[in-house]
């Protein structure tokens, strides 16, 4: 089989060493997930409680191998399940290169069965109860080990059990913020002995450390207390234990300053170091060491430049700071983000966000080497490899988004690398996996330290690969010598005279060359000398080369009349990395596999290893075409179309016995998202386009409403065949009554058979080639006054016949009303059930996928759909086969894309040609910009 090659290398492998220790140890940013918790795939979103399911996580503690998840928050999301879950099975996680597949799941990283459940008497239950049993609307927890603390909020108290709890509903055995477990108060001023809203716990060095966020303070008691309602030591952020704290915010007039904080809702500490989420001045403050008097400063601020800031996204110069040659601020501190461009009065325009800012922080966590920091207004997670020492120092790595700039809602908020406001984070050091609440998701995602094999975008539909933003401009009107015809790309134009021997179509090639000769930074121009008409193809792919502006113009006068496209380039709807379930997918990457090697589909279904490389999807083996160095073909799994996104990853085995792990990617999943196979080059490029049929055909569609009475009548040569539709009757079975109708007579000059698409019927001549052609076809619909049902014909006869199976080229031309056929994947799931992944289909053609085919559109004429199936032989194949449109004109290069709901795919060509016209003669302007792609058709395809 041949295989689909790369279209271009990215360096940068992830390796985990068969120790299993990374010889990275660092994060990449926008790295997916590689397991979760609380829900049967990463988008799944469950509403309820048991012992795997979440509500609502909020706050984490890992300690001796057992995770601790509060399943509660005070952010509002639901179901708040007022519990705190134990999992004891975090040792059977499996690492980066252990086989994560679980027999019968189609989610082999989704793990995690609490066994015990504390504030509730089962794993069921969600009451929220004031008891040393019960809990309302706990946020966080911490353990050493030995003690187990969780802050439980809106009861305004933390609750202790002094060993470790392992049974469901047990009770704690002591309580702080109240004087006993019946109570549940607040006090104005606050006391060494009250809390409002607790939302943090932690424990260190045979302390307690509570953030009572209400109180705007944080308490820390010397030793664990033994004993209800015991007094906190020390306070941070408040003078001393009783400075009053105004419980209004609105009335709240406070600034910022190294020893305050607004709202603090965790606390933590590395041993030596406090770091706390001071959630509403928009910053993490740190203490270099942990503090042991009443109102001790902060040394560092994180999210802002100094102490005394609490900006959200404090990315911008504010207006009465004068600035340095830089264009930083020359006061007291400098402007977290540089600043993008410069705007046209000269000022300088900052970034709404980056890597150094942040927005209602929840979290912060350090292994003493390492920080990480939740940073829940901008939906990430923030990582420090090594540990600041100045306020507003910006992150190595960033997870949850692909960038120091984004934060897109838009770009599938609940995929396997994004969070929806993080709250918590928790450390496993042995494994080395960062745990992180996602707390609307419902769920919590685990995180390990790796380099990204497979960069971001790197799995990518097999056949539409990479689509590029095109325009066009279409030269018609006549020619005057001196006139002047101009382009404008993005501002910058380009101006054309006109010479008197010239023809529009030499114009347009005389535009293109003035295009490609500057170079513009932006397009490259080919001409479509047939139809006068410069294409613009973006030199960037995807939305990087969408939205350059796009202008024509003329000379005073001038007999010449450019027509643009549209006002800017466009790219179509179509995302070639996100991918549909049962569609090849093309993988991109450097040293991938040791070597290369192609799977053998005779034998039915496809290996799901090659090359030593093994390809991991939700932790489901996918089944692989091709394996190599670079490129890596491969089917995205049939039964993921309960997803939305998925977390993948390669493992590979290599020749010296060594076993090696890329950090995991994630993939968006869609119902459908076609892509056509076409050859190398950019777009548009020639597609692989085959005439279908060495016989005449007509195509007739079925289309309106089911209404008894109604006679639908197809008439050949003469000779009408009718149906009356009855009650009960559907396009189906009206399409296969006509069917029957033709070919139980039998009709002497056709043969009738159904389509699969939009209820058409395909009449082919008996006789051969062109004997068949002219066989007269006419319908009508009587019966009703008012018919509900109609009936198209195509052709008024049928025409068209050519070489069956022959590929369309310049040579061999399609023609406006014949019926030809291309191959897609990405259409989405088959109507045919039971087809497993990997398999070699053996079927017919008559299991068309789910969500059909809505149209094909070639040129500016809608062709008619006549089926869609699977193509025998092949894995993930389909055969698209249509009627072009008989109003389609003579063009080299008719641009082609068939659409699935919202869903385009990628644009091909191949010629048209009206009988009688010249000979088609496509012409190309300038070199290909873009990367080198070496394309061949799938198995199953024919030559």
Not at 125 to 145: E, F, I, K, Q, Y
Not at 290 to 306: V, Y
Not at 409 to 426: D, E, I, K, M, V
Not at 594 to 618: H, K, M, N, R, V
Request: charged letters at 10%.
């Amino acid at each position: 089989m041949k295989s689909y090659r790369a279209l271009f290398l990215v360096a940068g492998f992830a390796v985990v060493c068969a120790s299993g220790q990374t010889t990275t140890s660092r994060f990449s940013t926008g790295q997916a997930a590689r397991l979760v918790l609380g829900q049967t795939n990463f988008t799944k979103g469950d509403f309820g409680a048991s012992n795997t399911l979440l509500g609502s996580p909020s706050g984490l503690a890992f300690v001796n191998g057992t995770l601790w998840v509060v399943d509660a928050n005070r952010l509002s999301a639901q179901p708040n399940n007022h519990r705190v879950l134990g999992f004891t099975d975090t040792a059977s996680y499996p690492t980066a290169l252990q086989d994560p597949t679980i027999e019968g799941s189609f989610c082999g990283v989704c793990r995690g069965t609490a066994s015990v459940v504390l504030g509730q008497p089962d794993f069921t239950s969600a009451v929220n109860t004031l008891t040393a049993r019960g809990m309302r609307t706990p946020n966080g927890v911490a353990s050493d080990g030995k003690i187990l603390v969780v802050a439980d909020t809106d009861n305004n108290r933390v609750l202790i059990w002094k060993t470790i709890p392992t049974t469901n509903g047990q009770p704690a055995d002591v309580v702080v913020g109240q004087k006993d477990f019946t109570h549940g108060g607040t006090s104005v001023p606050p006391t060494p002995t009250s809390m409002r809203g607790p939302e943090g716990v932690w424990l260190a060095n045979g302390k307690l450390f509570v953030a009572d966020s209400q109180d705007n303070r944080i308490l820390i008691y010397n030793q664990v207390p033994t004993s209800n309602g015991a007094a906190a030591d020390i306070v941070v952020g408040q003078p001393n234990l009783t400075s009053f704290v105004q419980p209004d915010l609105t009335l709240n007039t406070s600034t910022p300053a190294a020893n305050n904080m607004q709202t603090p809702v965790s606390v933590t500490t590395d041993g030596q170091r406090m770091y706390v989420a001071d959630l509403g001045q928009n910053r993490i403050l740190i203490w270099n060491t942990i503090p042991t008097s009443n109102g001790a400063p902060a040394d560092i601020a994180l999210g802002q430049p100094d102490l005394v800031s609490a900006i959200p996204n404090y990315s911008f110069k504010l207006a009465d700071q004068t600035v340095d040659a830089a264009g930083y601020p020359a006061t007291a501190s400098r402007v977290l983000c540089a600043p993008q461009f410069t705007d046209t009065a000269g000022s300088a325009v900052y970034p709404i966000r980056c890597g150094a800012t942040l927005s209602l922080p929840r979290f912060a966590l350090s292994d003493g080497k390492r920080l990480f920091v939740a940073d829940g207004g901008n939906d990430r997670v923030l990582v420090y490899e090594t540990l600041p020492t100045v306020s507003g120092q910006a992150p190595d790595s960033i997870l949850g988004q692909p960038d120091e700039n984004t934060d897109d809602a838009s770009r599938n908020p609940n995929g396997a690398n994004a969070f929806q406001t993080p709250t918590s984070l928790a450390w496993d050091a042995v494994k080395g996996n960062l745990y992180v609440s996602d707390t609307y998701n419902r769920r919590v995602e685990v995180f390990s330290p790796g380099a990204l094999a497979i960069p971001l975008g790197g799995v990518r539909n097999a056949a539409s690969q990479q689509i590029y933003a095109l325009g066009s401009v279409l030269i018609g009107g006549g020619i005057a010598a001196k006139d002047t015809v101009t382009i404008s790309v993005a501002g910058v134009a380009y101006t054309y005279t006109v010479l008197a021997a010239d023809t529009v179509a030499t114009v347009a090639q005389g535009l293109a060359k003035l295009i490609n000769a500057a170079p513009d930074p932006n397009v490259t121009a080919t001409v479509n000398t047939a139809t006068a008409t410069v294409i613009l193809t973006a030199k960037k792919p995807g939305a990087q080369g969408a939205g350059f502006s796009l202008q024509v113009a003329i000379s005073n006068g001038a007999q010449i009349t450019p027509t643009a496209s549209g006002g800017a380039l466009n790219i179509s709807l179509q995302d070639p990395t996100s991918i549909a379930p049962g569609a090849l997918i093309s993988i991109y990457g450097a040293s991938l596999c040791d070597s290369t090697q192609a799977a053998d589909l005779s034998i039915g279904y496809l290996p799901s290893t090659l090359a030593g490389c093994e390809l991991f999807a939700d932790g489901v083996r996918v089944p692989l075409l091709v394996a190599s160095p670079t490129q890596i073909n491969a089917e995205m799994s049939w039964q993921f179309g309960d997803r939305t996104s998925v977390s993948l990853y390669l493992r590979t085995t290599h020749t010296d016995g060594s076993v090696t792990a890329s950090a995991p990617i994630a993939v968006t999943i869609t119902p459908e998202n076609p892509g056509i196979f076409a050859e190398a080059g950019n777009d548009p490029r020639p597609g692989y386009v085959f005439h279908a049929f060495g016989m005449a055909v007509d195509v007739i569609s079925l289309n309106g409403s089911i209404q008894a009475g109604d006679i639908p009548t197809i008439t050949i040569a003469g000779t009408a065949y009718t149906y009356t539709v009855v009650a009960g009757d559907t396009g189906d079975t009206i399409q296969q009554a006509l069917v029957n109708a033709i070919n139980s007579a039998p009709d002497p000059n056709v043969i009738a058979s159904p389509g699969n698409e939009n209820h058409t019927i395909l009449l082919t001549a008996i006789a051969s080639a062109t004997n068949g052609e002219g066989i007269k076809v006419a319908v009508n619909v009587a019966g009703n006054t008012t018919p509900a049902l109609s009936l198209t014909a195509t052709n008024a006869t049928t025409c068209c016949s050519s070489v069956a199976d022959s590929r369309v080229t310049t040579d061999n031309p399609a023609l406006p009303g014949e019926i030809v056929y291309l191959y897609a994947t990405g259409l989405g799931v088959t109507v045919q059930s039971g087809l497993a992944d990997g398999e070699v289909f053996k079927g017919t053609d008559n299991f068309p996928p789910i969500v059909p085919v809505d149209s094909i559109l070639t040129g500016s004429f809608a062709g008619t759909l006549v089926s869609t199936s699977l193509v025998k032989g092949s894995v993930g194949v389909y055969k698209v086969t249509f009627q072009i449109s008989p109003s389609a004109t003579t063009d080299p290069a008719s641009q082609t894309r068939i659409a699935q709901q919202i869903y385009v795919s990628n644009v091909i060509t191949f010629p048209i040609q009206v009988p009688g016209t010249a000979v088609i003669t496509p012409t190309v302007i300038g070199k290909s910009t873009g990367a080198r792609r070496r394309v061949s058709l799938p198995r199953g395809a024919r030559n």
